[in-house]
């Protein structure tokens, strides 16, 4: 995934669009560059590295008020100069930048481009060539819906043009493009906080679109070149608040956040003790013969405690579906299943494609999401927000626990039966407000004596060992240390055999039944040499365990027991100098397959 921002309008482009890179840098960091207009000219400044880098290499000697930039996670092409974006055609005309994935470049470059020269590895050179092909025979705005036309995949494109320098071009595909209005510019993203603050409307593209943009007009086309009237909405910027506040990393701010939002969910969610939710979702999954869980990550992860809440409160079938794998498989379905996405972003294409594959099927599709506006929302028949506000880091902290308490909520609007969750979902949020003020100490502590380990095994059973999952992907994501994450019964079955002397083993331990077994598996590890570990809930806890939570609601459990894990892996990341928000190789939102 890649961050994209253009401006037009009688402010200083330059400082617009740097700042709102700084703002996408979560959406990928390995090269980044702007291109802005110097008189009648478009000057490119573009390297490998960071947004900070960029600030350094650009010419702040002329006054510039259109630009267009680029923040990069690297799909086609070495992480260098060549790759970086903006990305100029072989005659010099057309600059552009391009979040998204082309599939058919090569066959594009064969078929129409092949006595052009090629600077880089990229497929979005190959459609700013493709522009300059087409341009030779018709007008810029046509040239570019006759490319977009040739494209197959999905693109967000900012196109400027030197012989026409008052004017951007975008084109949206399948990745967000989002425009935003302020009395004096227009600004053109792949997010709303990339917005300056002045932005006070906005609307958000919808595929197979392509706009001309100037400082006081904005003409929306379909393909065919038909006009269409944007819906504008009102925008308050302050429910996007992305600044890291006294915190050192965005990552402590959304872990210390999760009480709030917890708290923010039971409000929009309740009314006294009733889940408030759309009875036509309510009846759709009532008339499913199965639930499918559909997501990638974290929110994988925490849509494996969906399950646990449909088939425990509602006695409703469910399964939950890595997408990555749903996209080329095609498992047996009921007669009458119902899709449920869980995704924080709202953009995570092995999801996306999963979501259209299902839907032109003609199944119900719900998602549970953080970004309402996202194109999975806009796929979906149903949509729950978890409330999360933006979540900057890359590392998912509070979209789990949200995701999770939404999901319960769901359940029980389903089920219709009367429980306490009102209650234990506000004990939840008070007992992440005690771990993370009362058991800092001791996590910190336990992160000194693993941040040096090879190896790190989680292991639980049932539900402990799903938050283990969660866990394993916390620590490893931002420490690099290799942690996975077992059911406990499973680690004699071969993966013992990694056991050697030190090799930490956190066993999680929140259900009384399987509390003495969990015990037994991780002395099984010790007896070879393992450095074993306890986090256990207060009710089951022994006195030498290292962590010890107190009680909530057990089948809440995973929404305490993870914070902890967020914090060690926070603290293990950064006594390892890591850089915790923006881990290596990895991105926010992962638009690629
Ligand atoms: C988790 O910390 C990672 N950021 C990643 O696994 C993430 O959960 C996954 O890419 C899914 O993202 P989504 O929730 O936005 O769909």
Partial sequence: MCGIVGYIGVKDARSIILE???????????????????????????????????????DYSFETHVGIGHTRWATHGMVNYDNSHPHISNNKRFILVHNGIIENYRKLKIDYLSDYNFYSETDSEVIVNLI?????????????????????????????????????????????????????????????????????????????????????????????????????????????????????????????????????????????DNAVIDYKLI???????????????????????????FEKLCGIPTECFVASELVYSNPLMTKKPIFIFVSQSGETLDCITVMKKYKQQGFKIISITNSV???????????????????????????????????????????????????NLNRVSQVIEDIIVDLKPLVKDMAKKIQNSKAIFYIGRGIDYWAGDEAALKLKEISYINTDSYS?????????????????????????????????????AEARGAKGYVISLESLAYSKDDIIIPNVAHYLTPMVSVVVCQMLAYYVALYKNNDIDKPKNLAKSVTVE
Avoid: W
């Avoid at 980044?32 to 960071?50: P, Q, V």
């Avoid at 009846?283 to 992860?301: E, P, Q, R």
């Avoid at 066993?507 to 991780?522: D, F, K, M, P, V």
């Fill in 20 to 58: 709102g890179l700084k703002a996408l840098e979560y959406r990928g960091y390995d090269s980044s560059g702007l291109a802005l207009l110097d008189k009648n000219e478009f000057k490119i400044y573009k390297d490998k590295g960071r947004i900070a880098h960029l600030c350094e290499i650009t």
């Fill in 132 to 272: 300059e092909f087409y341009s030779k025979k018709m007008c810029t705005d046509s040239a570019i819906r006759k490319a977009m036309s040739k494209l197959e995949g999905s693109y967000a494109l900012l196109i400027v043009d030197n012989e026409n320098p008052d004017v951007i071009y975008c084109v949206k595909n399948k990745t967000p493009l989002i425009l935003g209005m302020s009395n004096d510019g227009v600004t053109i993203a792949s997010d709303i906080i990339a917005f300056p603050k002045d932005v006070n409307k906005y609307f958000i593209f919808e595929d197979q679109r392509i706009a001309i943009i100037k400082q006081n007009d904005v003409k929306i086309m379909d393909l065919m070149g038909f006009e269409i009237k944007p819906e504008f909405k009102d925008l308050k910027l302050d429910e996007y608040n992305i600044s890291k506040g006294n915190y050192d990393h965005y990552m402590l701010k959304e872990i210390e956040e999760q009480p709030d939002v917890i708290r923010r969910i039971i409000t929009k969610y309740f009314d006294d």
């Fill in 283 to 309: 009846d759709a999954i009532n008339n499913s013969d199965k639930i499918n869980f559909v997501a990638c990550g974290t929110s994988l992860y925490a849509s494996f405690m969906g399950k646990y809440f």
């Fill in 373 to 423: 506006e996202s194109t999975m929302a806009h796929y979906s028949d149903f949509v729950l927000d978890i409330c999360a506000n933006t979540e900057i880091s890359v590392a998912s902290t509070k979209s789990y626990t949200a995701s999770i308490a939404v999901m319960s909520i769901l359940a029980k609007a389903v089920s219709n039966k009367k429980t306490n969750l009102k209650n």
């Fill in 488 to 524: 406990s019964g499973e680690l004699k079955h071969g993966t013992i055999a990694l056991i050697e002397d030190g090799t930490p083993v956190i066993a999680i331990i929140t259900q009384e039944g399987t509390n003495s077994i969990i015990r037994s598996n991780l002395a099984e």
